[in-house]
């Protein structure tokens, strides 16, 4: 299904510059109708996928860029946050994060905690890694997704 809107921005790969993303994210949430605590969930999640990129896709050598698109459905907001750095292996890095022990600390602040966070605070999330990354993060308005399950069941 297309989007009724589709919104996309390009940031430098530098870290102040998440600001202007979550700015951004916020203004098109609320007027969708999304609630202040979704709105914070998504924050936080497209903040942490964007500071991931920010961290770990350029080299301290090479210069970059982040884009985000926004797709702005009826029922959810999408989002899409790619870089065209250095990939990373999805799977096994999520292997890694587990329940929380103390000499895991360090490895939940190298990313761990991030990617943690954002299947937790999103409805829906994939990351794809071929030429760098790309994160898409799903999240329905109050109630949809309720309701998207209830008609699968009875059916």
Partial sequence: MKPLDYIEMKLPAKPEYVGVLRLTLSGIASRMGFSYDAIEDLKIAASEAVTNAVQH???N???GEVEIGFGL???RLEVMVTD????FNFQETQS???PYKEDSLEFLREGGLGLYLIETLMDEVEIHHEEGVTVFMTKYLEGE???????????
């Fill in 145 to 155: 997704q309720v309701e998207i399950d209830v008609k699968t069941l009875s059916t």
């Fill in 61 to 63: 050598k090479e210069t």
């Fill in 73 to 75: 459905y009826r029922d």
């Fill in 84 to 87: 065209h750095g250095q990939s």
């Fill in 96 to 98: 890694g994060v587990g």
């Fill in 57 to 59: 896709a350029y080299s």
